[in-house]
Every structure is written in structure tokens, then in C-alpha cells.
């Protein structure tokens, strides 16, 4: 058996070979022939009408044919041509070269297709030429004997118009049916021309032949592995091809894919699809899930009909239902907006009861007018030109003389200062002008003349000389100017005006602390006072309250009338105006405490700064049960920082540098002043978080040099004339002017209205030595409340001073002495920052067997 069908195996190729000879020899054989038939046709048709009299003369030698096949060319001509079919004798032709192709096993035309057409057009055209030359000439060659016959009985039978019916309505049939032209499909193709380009038209017309081509294929394929399935079947995908043509952008894809598909499914091997006939079954299996058109992009679905995406039909026969009819729509599920709990409840609190009101305390409070500040009369400018070339002509002069020559020159006329500004000569160095000072003042005889250069940003070197007759800056005229009216800063400072008359302003929240130096008489009392009240006119009690040290006594005591609207003090002290060092440290201290609680405050709030922590708070999103509040600017002004560091040293210098360092995230801003600016009171440290600085006149270079890091303070003529250095650069101004009556004036409008109960209240600051003492506790010195704190403590389980505040009606420091008590006695725990005590008793029984122990 093995060896047998081994021999079987070895027999195989041989006879293939074989096989393959033969075809070779057959096909090409009938592609001859028909090449013989055509020439054959060509030369008859040429020569009919001489050679038609020797047909059937095949021996006759005498009788020469004009045919290029001779005798034989003649007789096929004759028999084909003229007695058969016309020239439509050439289809035979074509046919044979088919044929021979089919025995080759060349794939060049589709073999079942191409006998029907010929089929068609082998009955069809000698009727037509039948019709049109009805026999008569020449012309009935054209038609042939069978063609003109058959033409002629349809013409008996149903007439001669009925004839040509009966050929354009076959022609037409023949047309609709080949080349898909039914309604559906011309509306799509309609359709596509609207919504597309004329190039995509374009396209689509090779793409529908390819289409027709491949159902061709199919039909063919079918056929050749007999499967039962009919033309009609078959034209189930092109059913859905028509309508998936209808999306054009799927189009493409479907136009190409269908049978491409099929093809690449059914054929893995497509020599093996070719010969072997085994694939077969195959076909029919994959066939079926043709319908699925994997090829559709999701974002081409939108319009896409359901049969596109139907892989359910079993076979071609299945029809999908109308695919036309079926609207496909995809809708996108809008994204729901998760809306935050907390954010919900705050805009229920807004809308229930509006905005949080900061000034709802003092609601009624009115901001001072701005005639409780003088008028110093006519602050313009006096142009005095004789002084103006005066000077010009010593400064022209004097250079001169030091052959410095000048390009040009220009005077900017100040309050106090008038500017010169020259361009010297090309190849004047600048240190040779700049060494020209004191002969400059000299030459002048001026005091305070100050040379820049060169001019920032200007290409100039400017030499400031004083005035002869300065003109005031009133802080009225400042405090009445639209910049400072209009202003949107949140700490705005107006100081004075610049060299060139302009109003001059800084927020102090951005500098974010200001240093001020300035020896005795030049005007830093008079600096602070226009500082203070610029921020008095501007803003609300609510929104800012000052922390005042003033070791002279005198210099601040203006303000103590303001105390329940804008001081802040400890809680245990008396006056708000700091003047013993003891309490500064404590009160430094205790601001240092307020920073750390504002910072947790604004951790828990999730806030980078004081102007969005309050924008939440105002906004309700912030539960005051929590311990958040509307937190006020804090300003800490220390007039003679000198005086301090002398008697308190590092005990002060510590907390001052550790509030500059960290507290302007927190609203927290220092102004510092002093006379003395030397190294030991203006320390690196301090001098490093305070990059704003304000110098009026000092006595050396030396203090300029601390104070501003350059020279120029100690040039400057006193009398409010001072430097600003922003960080930047140092500008000339002349400082605003507001004498003790205006600032008591302010003060006293201020005072006179409603304010709050007290001063804003700092923190309580235990020192070292306070928190030993709280660890005595000597029962016989208890508060009459200390029982009652104790139990609505434990029963709340909230060791709070303000809740002992709110619920006892106390003050904060009798509440504060309680709570210390409190903690003294083991019922609640040490102080803890932000966050509330805790409460070290757990329940109000064992709170009473433990007060009863107390008691004994
Ligand atoms: N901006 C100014 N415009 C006009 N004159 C001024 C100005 N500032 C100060 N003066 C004048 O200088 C005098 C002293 O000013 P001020 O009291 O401010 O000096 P000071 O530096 O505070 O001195 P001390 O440190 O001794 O208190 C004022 O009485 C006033 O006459």
C-alpha cells in the first residue's frame, strides 16, 4: 500500500507535466486559430463582394482568392460572416482567445462573464445591423444571413418599431443590470456627488468598476466551485456596499473592501484558491461574515448603517433588512459635573444669606474725610529761571574746567530737587564725573547735590541740586490724587512725590517689609505718620489692624485713639501702644504664635496666601466652627529698632527676623524705623528680609551704605527729602508732610465713632517662665468659673478659650487664665497652635469625682 501510493506520489508530477503540455498545445492552438479567424474576417470583409462567387472552390487551382488565408480565409469568412452572424463574427474570434487563455491557465478575462456578454452581444448586434441596414448594399454583410433573418421575422411579428423596442429596451436591461444602475444606486451616487468633491467623484468611478469587477470575480468563483449560490445571492454584499457607499467617508474603504475581504479571508493562499478546489467549503464559510466591515473607523460610524456592523447573517441569502432604512445614531453621554459637596453647601450659605460681610461689625464706620488734612497752599511747581541758568552755567563751567565737555544738557524741576541731566562728549569716562562731586556741591555751594551716574536706564549722568525754595509736598495733596484715590493696591503707601512731581506709591503688602532710617530731625516721624495714614484712609478697620512699639512713648501715642477700630495688643495688656521692651518681646512673640495659627489656618484651607484665604471665607467655604476667620492685615510698626536691640537684643532681633522671613504669606508686614542705622542694630539677618528700605538723611556714608548699600542718604537736605530702594533701584522723593495736629485730627474722627469692644486681641504667648507656673496649681486660687469651664470643656470635649469666651461671656484674658488653670489642674492638655487643647477627661462623671477630689 505504502509503496503504491508512493508510486502514485512519484506518477503525479509526470502527469501534470504532461497535462501542462497538452494545455500549453491547445491553448495556444485556439489562440492561433482565432487570430486566423479575425485576419480571416478582416480580409473577407475587404474582399467579399470578388472572393463570395469562389466560395466551395477549394481544388479549383485556377481560382486565386484576394483573401490573406486564402481559400480558407474565404470560407470562414463566408460561413461566419455572411451566412451566420455578421461581423459580430469577430466575438467567436475573441471567444476562442478566452478559451485558450482558460486552457493556459491565464487569468486574463473572466471566462463565465466574458461567454455571457459575448452571449449577449452574438444575438443582440446582428439584429441591430439587421435593423439599420435591412439588408440592402453592402451592408448586409454587416448583419449576416442569420442577423438579417431573425431582424426580419421580429420585424413581421411585432413591427418595426417594436424591433427597435425590443433592442434599446435589451441594451438598456443589459446596462442596468451590469453596471448597477438602479435608483438606490444612482441616489447614493447622486448623494456622494453633493457631499463630496469632484475628485472624490472621481475616484469613485474606477472604484465602481473595481466593484463590478470583483462581483464579477465572485459570480465567477461560484461558479467554477459550483456552490450553490445564484447571482441573486451574491448580490447581498453589494447590497450592503451600495449602502455603505452612501457614508463617504467609509466609502473608500468599502468600495475595495468587501471583496477584498473575501478574498483575503477565503484565499489565505491565492495560487491555492487557484488550484485547488478543496478551499471551496471555505469560501462559503467566510462568505458569511463578509457583512462585517471591519475596515470602519469608529469615528466614521456616526452615519454608518446598522447592516454595516451586522455579523449575524449566516449566508449571503440572509439578506440584511433595507439597509437604507435603518437610521444608525450614536450619541456621546455628556460628562457629568461632580459637584463638590463642600462647594454646594457654601453657595446654599451665599444664597441664603449672602456674602460673609467683614465690615458688618462697623457696618456704619466711615472713612476719613480728606479735610482733616491741611492745606498748605499753592504746592505748584515755581520755575525760577534765573537760578535754572545759574546752575546750568556752573555745572557747563565747572566741567569744564576739568575738560569734561557736554553734549547736551536738561533740567527736571522737582519739589525739592531740580535734576540736571547731561550727555557728556563722546570719550568722557564716567568716573572722571562722578569723582567731580564735592567740587560740584562746591562750586555750588549746595548742600545735597547727589550725582548719578549714569542715570538708570537713560544714558545720561543726572545731578540733582537742591532747591533754593523747595516747595511742600502736603500729604492732603497726595491722599487727594487719583492714583492714590483709584488705587487697587492692598496695602497702598503713598509717600510723596518724585524728582519730576509725580505721586509716588509702594504696597506695602508687596515690599512685603519696609526698613527706615534716618537721623533725628530729617523727617522719619513724619515718614511713619504719612505711611499710617495713607493706610487709615484707605482702609477698613475690619481689614487691618497695626501693632505699635513705640520705646519713646511719644512718637506713636497719637494713635492710641484708634484702639478698639485699628491696634492690636496681647491679651493681657493694657495699652496697644507698646512702649516697655518686656512686653515687645512678648508681643513679638505673640505675633509670631498669630503667623503660625494664620498659616494653619491657611493649610487647612488649602490657600497660598491671606487674599485667597479671605476670598473663601467671604465666599462661605470656610467653617468658623473650625477656627477659621476673616483674618486682618497685621502691621507691625517699631519706631527706634535701635532703642530695642539695645536693651532686648537678640531676644527681639530673633522673632522680628523671623516674622520678615515668613510672615508676608500670612498678611503680617513690618515697619521698622531707626536712627542708628549701624551694623549691630541693622544685622545681616534683618537687613536680608527687608528688601524695601526708606533712608531720610544719616549722618555718615557709612549708615547710607547700611541702610541702602550705597551712598547718597548722607547727601540728602533733610526735611523729607529721602531715597527709596524697592529692591531695584534708589529713587529721590520727597516724602508727604503731615503734622501732629492732622494725625490727631485723623485720630479723633476715627476714635469717635463706633469701634469694637477692644483692641484686636494677639494671641496669648506663654514664655518659659509663664509655663512653669501654669504646672502649680493651687486649687484655693481657682477662678469662680474654673468649675463651670470645666464641665462645659468635658462635655464638649473641646479644650477652646473663645468657646469659654462665647459660652461664659468672658473676656479673653479672665477666659485665657481659666484655660490655664485648666491645664494646670490636668483636665485639659498644653497649648496647642491652631488646634483646640486637649480635653485630658473623658467623661462629666469622672470630671466631677475629680473636682470633688480638687475640692478636699
Ligand atoms: N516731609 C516733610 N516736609 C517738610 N518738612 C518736613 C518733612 N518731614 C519733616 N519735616 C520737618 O522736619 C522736622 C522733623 O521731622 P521729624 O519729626 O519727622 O524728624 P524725625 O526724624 O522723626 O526726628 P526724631 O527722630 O528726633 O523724632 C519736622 O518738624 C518738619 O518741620
Given at each position: 500500500?505504502?509503496?503504491?501510493?508512493?508510486?502514485?506520489?512519484?506518477?503525479?508530477?509526470?502527469?501534470?507535466?504532461?497535462?501542462?503540455?497538452?494545455?500549453?498545445?491547445?491553448?495556444?492552438?485556439?489562440?492561433?486559430?482565432?487570430?486566423?479567424?479575425?485576419?480571416?474576417?478582416?480580409?473577407?470583409?475587404?474582399?467579399?463582394?470578388?472572393?463570395?462567387?469562389?466560395?466551395?472552390?477549394?481544388?479549383?487551382?485556377?481560382?486565386?482568392?484576394?483573401?490573406?488565408?486564402?481559400?480558407?480565409?474565404?470560407?470562414?469568412?463566408?460561413?461566419?460572416?455572411?451566412?451566420?452572424?455578421?461581423?459580430?463574427?469577430?466575438?467567436?474570434?475573441?471567444?476562442?482567445?478566452?478559451?485558450?487563455?482558460?486552457?493556459?491557465?491565464?487569468?486574463?478575462?473572466?471566462?463565465?462573464?466574458?461567454?455571457?456578454?459575448?452571449?449577449?452581444?452574438?444575438?443582440?448586434?446582428?439584429?441591430?445591423?439587421?435593423?439599420?441596414?435591412?439588408?440592402?448594399?453592402?451592408?448586409?454583410?454587416?448583419?449576416?444571413?442569420?442577423?438579417?433573418?431573425?431582424?426580419?421575422?421580429?420585424?413581421?411579428?411585432?413591427?418595426?418599431?417594436?424591433?427597435?423596442?425590443?433592442?434599446?429596451?435589451?441594451?438598456?436591461?443589459?446596462?442596468?443590470?451590469?453596471?448597477?444602475?438602479?435608483?438606490?444606486?444612482?441616489?447614493?451616487?447622486?448623494?456622494?456627488?453633493?457631499?463630496?468633491?469632484?475628485?472624490?467623484?472621481?475616484?469613485?468611478?474606477?472604484?465602481?468598476?473595481?466593484?463590478?469587477?470583483?462581483?464579477?470575480?465572485?459570480?465567477?468563483?461560484?461558479?467554477?466551485?459550483?456552490?450553490?449560490?445564484?447571482?441573486?445571492?451574491?448580490?447581498?454584499?453589494?447590497?450592503?456596499?451600495?449602502?455603505?457607499?452612501?457614508?463617504?467617508?467609509?466609502?473608500?474603504?468599502?468600495?475595495?473592501?468587501?471583496?477584498?475581504?473575501?478574498?483575503?479571508?477565503?484565499?489565505?493562499?491565492?495560487?491555492?484558491?487557484?488550484?485547488?478546489?478543496?478551499?471551496?467549503?471555505?469560501?462559503?464559510?467566510?462568505?458569511?461574515?463578509?457583512?462585517?466591515?471591519?475596515?470602519?473607523?469608529?469615528?466614521?460610524?456616526?452615519?454608518?448603517?446598522?447592516?454595516?456592523?451586522?455579523?449575524?447573517?449566516?449566508?449571503?441569502?440572509?439578506?440584511?433588512?433595507?439597509?437604507?432604512?435603518?437610521?444608525?445614531?450614536?450619541?456621546?453621554?455628556?460628562?457629568?459635573?461632580?459637584?463638590?459637596?463642600?462647594?454646594?453647601?457654601?453657595?446654599?450659605?451665599?444664597?441664603?444669606?449672602?456674602?460673609?460681610?467683614?465690615?458688618?461689625?462697623?457696618?456704619?464706620?466711615?472713612?476719613?474725610?480728606?479735610?482733616?488734612?491741611?492745606?498748605?497752599?499753592?504746592?505748584?511747581?515755581?520755575?525760577?529761571?534765573?537760578?535754572?541758568?545759574?546752575?546750568?552755567?556752573?555745572?557747563?563751567?565747572?566741567?569744564?574746567?576739568?575738560?569734561?565737555?557736554?553734549?547736551?544738557?536738561?533740567?527736571?524741576?522737582?519739589?525739592?530737587?531740580?535734576?540736571?541731566?547731561?550727555?557728556?562728549?563722546?570719550?568722557?569716562?564716567?568716573?572722571?564725573?562722578?569723582?567731580?562731586?564735592?567740587?560740584?556741591?562746591?562750586?555750588?555751594?549746595?548742600?545735597?547735590?547727589?550725582?548719578?551716574?549714569?542715570?538708570?536706564?537713560?544714558?545720561?549722568?543726572?545731578?540733582?541740586?537742591?532747591?533754593?525754595?523747595?516747595?511742600?509736598?502736603?500729604?492732603?495733596?497726595?491722599?487727594?490724587?487719583?492714583?492714590?484715590?483709584?488705587?487697587?493696591?492692598?496695602?497702598?503707601?503713598?509717600?510723596?512725590?518724585?524728582?519730576?512731581?509725580?505721586?509716588?506709591?509702594?504696597?506695602?503688602?508687596?515690599?512685603?517689609?519696609?526698613?527706615?532710617?534716618?537721623?533725628?530731625?530729617?523727617?522719619?516721624?513724619?515718614?511713619?505718620?504719612?505711611?499710617?495714614?495713607?493706610?487709615?484712609?484707605?482702609?477698613?478697620?475690619?481689614?487691618?489692624?497695626?501693632?505699635?512699639?513705640?520705646?519713646?512713648?511719644?512718637?506713636?501715642?497719637?494713635?492710641?485713639?484708634?484702639?478698639?477700630?485699628?491696634?492690636?495688643?496681647l491679651p493681657d495688656s493694657?495699652?496697644?501702644?507698646?512702649?516697655d521692651t518686656n512686653k515687645v518681646i512678648n508681643t513679638l512673640n505673640s505675633l509670631c504664635v498669630?503667623?503660625d495659627q494664620?498659616?494653619?489656618?491657611?493649610?487647612?484651607?488649602?490657600?497660598?496666601?491671606?487674599?485667597?484665604?479671605?476670598?473663601?471665607?467671604?465666599?462661605?467655604?470656610?467653617?468658623?466652627?473650625?477656627?477659621?476667620?476673616?483674618?486682618?492685615?497685621?502691621?507691625?510698626?517699631?519706631?527706634?529698632?535701635?532703642?530695642?536691640?539695645?536693651?532686648a537684643g537678640k531676644e527681639v532681633?530673633l522673632p522680628?527676623?523671623?516674622?520678615?522671613?515668613?510672615?508676608?504669606?500670612?498678611?503680617?508686614?513690618?515697619?521698622?524705623?531707626?536712627?542708628?542705622?549701624?551694623?549691630?542694630?541693622?544685622?545681616?539677618?534683618?537687613?536680608?528680609?527687608?528688601?524695601?528700605?526708606?533712608?531720610?538723611?544719616?549722618?555718615?556714608?557709612?549708615?547710607?551704605?547700611?541702610?541702602?548699600?550705597?551712598?547718597?542718604?548722607?547727601?540728602?537736605?533733610?526735611?523729607?527729602?529721602?531715597?527709596?530702594?524697592?529692591?531695584?533701584?534708589?529713587?529721590?522723593?520727597?516724602?508727604?508732610?503731615?503734622?501732629?495736629?492732622?494725625?490727631?485730627?485723623?485720630?479723633?474722627?476715627?476714635?469717635?465713632?463706633?469701634?469694637?469692644?477692644?483692641?484686636?486681641?494677639l494671641p496669648e504667648y506663654v514664655s518659659d517662665e509663664a509655663t512653669s507656673t501654669v504646672g502649680t496649681f493651687d486649687p484655693n486660687e481657682k477662678d469662680?468659673?474654673f468649675?463651670?469651664a470645666a464641665?462645659?470643656i468635658?462635655?464638649?470635649?473641646?479644650g477652646?478659650t473663645?468657646?469659654l469666651?462665647?459660652?461664659?461671656?468672658?473676656?479673653y484674658n479672665r477666659a485665657g487664665r481659666i484655660m490655664d488653670q485648666l491645664e494646670a489642674s490636668g483636665i485639659v492638655g498644653g497649648f496647642n497652635g491652631?488646634k483646640a487643647r486637649e480635653v485630658l477627661i473623658?467623661?462629666?462623671?469622672?470630671?466631677?469625682?475629680f473636682?470633688?477630689?480638687l475640692?478636699?
Open positions: 500500500m505504502e509503496k503504491k501510493s508512493q508510486k502514485n506520489r512519484a506518477a503525479m508530477p509526470e502527469t501534470s507535466k504532461i497535462l501542462s503540455k497538452q494545455r500549453i498545445f491547445f491553448g495556444l492552438t485556439l489562440i492561433v486559430f482565432a487570430g486566423v479567424l479575425t485576419l480571416s474576417f478582416i480580409s473577407y470583409l475587404m474582399n467579399w463582394k470578388a472572393d463570395q462567387s469562389q466560395a466551395g472552390t477549394f481544388l479549383d487551382k485556377t481560382i486565386k482568392s484576394s483573401n490573406i488565408f486564402g481559400k480558407l480565409g474565404d470560407w470562414l469568412g463566408n460561413i461566419f460572416i455572411f451566412e451566420s452572424i455578421g461581423v459580430a463574427s469577430f466575438i467567436i474570434a475573441f471567444l476562442f482567445v478566452v478559451l485558450g487563455t482558460m486552457i493556459l491557465k491565464k487569468k486574463i478575462f473572466k471566462p463565465w462573464m466574458t461567454f455571457g456578454h459575448s452571449l449577449f452581444f452574438i444575438c443582440w448586434l446582428p439584429i441591430l445591423l439587421g435593423a439599420i441596414t435591412r439588408g440592402n448594399g453592402n451592408g448586409g454583410v454587416l448583419s449576416g444571413v442569420y442577423g438579417y433573418q431573425i431582424m426580419d421575422s421580429l420585424s413581421a411579428i411585432i413591427g418595426n418599431a417594436g424591433l427597435w423596442v425590443v433592442l434599446l429596451v435589451s441594451i438598456a436591461l443589459y446596462f442596468i443590470l451590469e453596471f448597477n444602475l438602479r435608483p438606490s444606486s444612482i441616489k447614493a451616487k447622486l448623494n456622494m456627488i453633493n457631499e463630496n468633491t469632484i475628485g472624490k467623484v472621481k475616484s469613485m468611478m474606477p472604484n465602481s468598476d473595481q466593484e463590478f469587477d470583483a462581483d464579477e470575480e465572485l459570480e465567477e468563483e461560484l461558479h467554477e466551485e459550483e456552490q450553490n449560490i445564484t447571482v441573486n445571492e451574491v448580490s447581498s454584499p453589494k447590497k450592503s456596499a451600495e449602502v455603505v457607499k452612501k457614508n463617504t467617508i467609509i466609502q473608500e474603504a468599502q468600495e475595495t473592501q468587501p471583496i477584498a475581504e473575501v478574498e483575503k479571508i477565503v484565499t489565505p493562499n491565492q495560487t491555492s484558491f487557484d488550484d485547488n478546489k478543496e478551499s471551496a467549503p471555505t469560501l462559503n464559510l467566510n462568505i458569511s461574515t463578509t457583512p462585517s466591515i471591519p475596515t470602519i473607523k469608529p469615528e466614521d460610524a456616526f452615519d454608518a448603517p446598522v447592516s454595516s456592523f451586522s455579523t449575524s447573517s449566516s449566508s449571503f441569502s440572509s439578506s440584511p433588512a433595507e439597509p437604507d432604512e435603518i437610521k444608525f445614531k450614536v450619541e456621546v453621554a455628556p460628562v457629568i459635573d461632580i459637584v463638590d459637596e463642600a462647594d454646594k453647601q457654601s453657595q446654599d450659605l451665599v444664597d441664603k444669606h449672602g456674602l460673609y460681610d467683614h465690615r458688618l461689625d462697623l457696618a456704619k464706620f466711615q472713612m476719613p474725610p480728606i479735610d482733616l488734612l491741611k492745606e498748605y497752599g499753592n504746592e505748584e511747581i515755581s520755575i525760577n529761571k534765573e537760578e535754572l541758568e545759574e546752575n546750568k552755567n556752573k555745572i557747563v563751567g565747572l566741567l569744564k574746567t576739568f575738560n569734561v565737555g557736554i553734549a547736551e544738557i536738561k533740567a527736571t524741576i522737582g519739589p525739592t530737587v531740580t535734576l540736571y541731566e547731561i550727555v557728556p562728549e563722546a570719550g568722557i569716562r564716567v568716573a572722571s564725573i562722578k569723582k567731580l562731586q564735592d567740587d560740584i556741591a562746591l562750586n555750588l555751594s549746595a548742600l545735597g547735590i547727589r550725582i548719578i551716574a549714569p542715570m538708570p536706564g537713560k544714558g545720561t549722568i543726572g545731578i540733582e541740586v537742591p532747591r533754593k525754595n523747595p516747595t511742600m509736598v502736603s500729604m492732603r495733596s497726595v491722599i487727594a490724587s487719583q492714583k492714590f484715590q483709584n488705587t487697587d493696591m492692598d496695602l497702598p503707601v503713598v509717600f510723596g512725590k518724585t524728582i519730576s512731581n509725580e505721586v509716588f506709591m509702594a504696597d506695602l503688602s508687596k515690599m512685603p517689609h519696609l526698613l527706615m532710617a534716618g537721623a533725628t530731625g530729617q523727617g522719619k516721624s513724619v515718614g511713619i505718620n504719612a505711611i499710617l495714614t495713607s493706610l487709615l484712609y484707605k482702609k477698613h478697620p475690619s481689614e487691618l489692624k497695626f501693632v505699635m512699639v513705640d520705646p519713646k512713648k511719644v512718637e506713636l501715642s497719637l494713635y492710641s485713639k484708634i484702639e478698639r477700630h485699628y491696634l492690636a495688643k493694657d495699652d496697644a501702644i507698646i512702649t498669630e503667623m494664620r498659616y494653619d489656618l491657611l493649610k487647612n484651607a488649602f490657600c497660598k496666601n491671606l487674599k485667597e484665604y479671605n476670598k473663601k471665607f467671604t465666599e462661605r467655604k470656610l467653617n468658623p466652627e473650625n477656627g477659621h476667620r476673616y483674618l486682618p492685615y497685621i502691621v507691625l510698626v517699631v519706631d527706634e529698632f535701635a532703642d530695642l536691640i539695645m536693651t532681633e522680628i527676623a523671623r516674622l520678615a522671613q515668613l510672615a508676608r504669606a500670612v498678611g503680617i508686614h513690618l515697619i521698622v524705623a531707626t536712627q542708628r542705622p549701624s551694623v549691630n542694630v541693622i544685622t545681616g539677618m534683618i537687613k536680608a528680609n527687608f528688601p524695601a528700605r526708606a533712608a531720610f538723611r544719616v549722618i555718615s556714608s557709612v549708615d547710607s551704605r547700611t541702610i541702602l548699600d550705597s551712598t547718597g542718604a548722607d547727601q540728602l537736605i533733610g526735611k523729607g527729602d529721602m531715597l527709596y530702594f524697592n529692591g531695584n533701584e534708589i529713587l529721590r522723593l520727597q516724602c508727604a508732610f503731615v503734622d501732629t495736629p492732622e494725625v490727631e485730627r485723623l485720630a479723633e474722627f476715627i476714635g469717635e465713632q463706633k469701634g469694637y469692644a477692644s483692641a484686636f486681641l469662680a468659673l468649675e463651670d464641665r462645659i468635658v462635655s464638649t470635649q473641646q477652646s473663645s468657646m469666651q462665647r459660652q461664659l461671656k468672658l473676656g491652631a473623658s467623661d462629666l462623671y469622672s470630671l466631677e469625682q473636682l470633688e477630689d475640692r478636699n
